[in-house]
């Protein structure tokens, strides 16, 4: 009788070449490599066969694709997951198949190359050696946290073990990824090599562990703890290699943590914990702990919440903005910079690094000089934190050049306006460029100001929109751009595809006052400044919001961004909305007072000193001075949060934004919009479109017509439907 043919892996491919078994991992129809049941279910009969085989002496394990090892689990199983026991069900088999592999008797090289995240590090942890590329697309790292949980194959217990406890907790806790030299700094990898000859060295290496020639690594789940370190290793020594030191360190990393949290993202203290058991009970208790903890983070509101952020960001990817699959962006290979300031010189930076040519026009040679020294700064920066090399920050300075004239913008593809936030010098420098250049696109920076204003300058308004960036743009991901009915659509392709280059998370708008973000900040900044005239007190305030789930209070963020600034943007939304948007008066008086912000030395708060403390000569300059009155800061967080919820949702009905995914990337990527609630439209959907509209009804009583409902939330509240289907 015949026996059946054993069947045929579908996401490996194995080669064996003089004893060593090549295993190229390589999910079919992918771009990348993730890890899914399918893909498990696979890996463990490979890795019995291979063992049986007396032909193989070692395994190499290297991905199929062109970049990319494994960039972890598959996040859409993740989200299809409807239980807690279903989650740990999915773990416990990772931490089986992973042990499985650790524990052969062949040695197991890890050719890594590109991203090896979560599982995929899990999957090169369980190996007995491991090389990685010195290519900059190669990160490893435990990113889990971003998503709301935590490792789930075995990356609390092994991590530790190989690196030490406070070099893992700075990476698993924070979700980090390392460049490969970095890595082998850690001990997280054994070697670096360049590309070509990955897999040369991992044959190689395979062979020598095979034959005694190298020493051949303890499992590292067993492995005698290793100690590297932020601090020096004797003292790192005396706190990971005694019960006593691991207590303290494990006890001070948690109040770290909860100051940062806040309480909100339950992950990172969950991995904590899973840590701190493998050591105080073992590694297989460790592991169960793991798993259990990873199944019920995942079904958890503020998971979700991530994952639909990462989903939304995913598909913001493939987006060219525009709704014609037919129009194609322009190619760009230099782009030009008007102003140098701290926005230009910024934008000049991240276009370098994206390897576009990008020159800068300045007033005079010496705000030119000081335009080019701040982009170098920035890689120098980079230089000295060893995510650059010097070879790669010249070759970048080399597409970085100066001018105080037009000369060179004529070969401009693209031309971003930073100047000062004017209208007629933003519609003068259409004109100029327009004069040298016929056919490039004109972008401007403006952060108010409607795009359709600035291009009735324009003899070609098809060719003119809006990028807004903001700062720092090194930093912040996301980029705005703003469209008017005659923009082009292969301009707005092009903008966006320059973007996407630079780094940037990149949405489209439509034209309008302030746009979205700026839109949806102003009556968020002018009701925290309504609550100070009503004698709250500063602190206490920005304490509210970022209770509430904000990186920083309103107060302190109007110090950083400018009180000047915020008392122009509100002159330019109360022309355009009236009272609804005006800012509070005060704010004009404290800036002819000199009170500017952070800029000025001179805000609601002290700078200069050792500390920043709130000035109480601020309070001279508002009603009630300095006796200020007690108000309940979740009442506070309510006001001030909602008004940005329901001027989200006024801009979608507006046509302002094409979706509510836009809408809550934008608010979260752009303002900070706290990410575990899911932008303005996702906590809309979460507390209820009923209940949210009740809660703006019930404002609007108290407080009058600027908290009036949105039309849209009025339709949507009044038939319980939801913003996202």
Excluded at 27 to 39: C, D, F, K, Q, R
Excluded at 110 to 121: D, E, F, Q, V
Excluded at 325 to 348: E, H, Q, Y
Excluded at 669 to 676: E, Q, V, W
Aim: charged share 25%; net charge positive; aromatic share 6%.
């Amino acid at each position: 009788m015949n026996q059946p043919a054993e069947k045929l892996p579908q996401n490996f491919r194995v080669e064996i070449e003089d004893g060593v078994a090549v295993v190229f991992i390589d999910v079919p129809g992918e771009s990348v490599n993730t890890i899914n049941p399918a893909l498990g279910e696979e890996l463990t009969p490979l890795v019995e066969s291979l063992d049986r085989d007396p032909a193989v002496k070692a395994i190499v394990f290297a991905s199929g694709k062109k970049d990319g090892f494994v960039a972890g689990a598959d996040v859409a199983m993740l989200q299809r997951v409807r239980s807690a026991a279903e989650a740990e069900s999915l773990a416990r088999a990772g931490q089986r198949g992973f042990d499985r592999l650790e524990r052969l008797q062949k040695p197991v090289v890890a050719a890594i190359h590109g991203a090896c995240l979560g599982g995929g590090l899990e999957w090169a942890l369980a190996c007995h050696w491991r090389i990685a590329t010195d290519d900059r697309k190669t990160v490893l790292g435990q990113p889990e946290v971003q998503l709301g949980v935590i490792p789930g194959a075995g990356g609390t217990q092994r991590l530790p073990r190989l690196i030490g406890i406070a070099q893992a907790l700075d990476i698993i806790l924070a979700g980090k990824s390392v460049k490969a030299r970095k890595a082998l700094k850690l001990g997280l990898v054994d070697e670096v090599v360049p590309p070509p000859v990955l897999l040369q060295v991992a044959r190689q290496r395979a062979a020598e562990l095979a034959s005694g020639k190298l020493r051949r690594e303890v499992p590292a789940g067993l492995k005698k703890l290793k100690v590297h370190g932020l601090v020096a290793a004797a003292t790192q020594a005396v706190l990971e290699e005694n019960a006593v030191g691991r207590s303290l360190l494990f006890r001070e990393a948690r109040k770290k943590l909860l100051r940062k949290t806040r309480g909100h993202y339950p992950a990172p203290e969950k991995a904590l914990q899973a840590v701190q058991q493998g050591y105080e009970r073992g590694f297989e208790k460790g592991l169960l702990l793991e798993a259990r903890l990873f199944g019920e983070l995942a079904v958890s509101d503020v998971a979700r919440r991530l994952m639909e952020i990462f989903f939304a960001t995913t598909a913001l990817k493939k987006d060219s903005g525009v709704a014609d699959p037919s129009v194609k962006a322009r190619p760009v290979r230099r782009i030009g910079v008007l102003g140098g300031g701290l926005m230009g010189s910024g934008i000049a930076y991240v276009s370098a690094n994206a390897g576009i040519a990008a020159r800068i026009r300045e007033k005079d040679a010496s705000s030119a000089a000081r335009a080019f020294g701040a982009v170098k700064a920035g890689f120098d920066e980079r230089v000295k934190r060893k995510s650059l090399t010097r070879v790669e920050r010249d070759q970048a300075m080399r597409l970085v050049t100066t001018a105080t004239d037009w000369s060179g913008f004529e070969g401009v593809d693209l031309l971003v306006e930073a100047v000062f936030e004017d209208l007629s010098l933003k519609q003068e420098m259409v004109r100029a460029f327009e004069a040298v250049n016929a056919g490039g696109i004109f972008a401007t920076n403006t952060s108010s100001i409607p795009i359709g204003k600035i291009a009735a300058a324009a003899k070609r308004p098809e060719l003119v929109l809006g990028m807004h960036y903001f700062s720092p743009v090194p930093k912040m991901p996301l980029l705005e751009i703003i469209v008017t009915s005659k923009t082009a659509p292969e301009a707005v392709a092009t903008a966006v595809a320059v973007g996407k280059r630079q780094g940037k998370t990149v949405i489209v708008v439509n034209d309008g006052p302030g746009f979205y973000t700026s839109r949806i900040l102003s009556p968020y900044m002018n009701e925290a400044a309504r609550l100070l005239i009503e004698g709250a007190d500063i602190a206490e305030l920005d304490r509210a919001l970022v209770e509430w789930g904000f990186p920083v209070g309103p107060i302190t963020l109007l110090d950083e961004v400018g009180i000047d600034v915020g008392d122009k943007v509100g002159k330019v939304m109360t022309e355009a909305f009236g009272e609804r948007l005006r800012a509070p008066g005060e704010l004009h008086k404290l800036v002819e007072a000199g009170r500017l912000g952070r800029k000025s030395k001179k805000g609601f708060y002290t700078y200069g000193g050792k500390k920043k403390e709130v000035d109480p000569t601020m309070y001279d300059l508002l009603p009630g001075g300095r006796n200020r009155k007690r108000f309940d800061r979740a009442a506070m967080a309510e006001r001030v949060a909602l008004q940005m919820v329901n001027e989200a949702i006024l801009c979608l009905g507006e046509g302002i934004l094409r979706s509510a995914r836009d809408g809550d990337i934008g608010a979260i990527f752009g303002l900070g919009f706290p990410p575990f609630r899911g932008g303005p439209f996702r906590h809309a959907d979460a507390v209820g479109t009923r209940a949210l509209l009740e809660a703006m009804r019930r404002l609007e009583a108290q407080h009058g017509a600027r908290f009036a409902p949105a039309p849209l939330l009025v339709e949507k509240g009044q038939a319980g439907s939801n913003f996202h289907g």
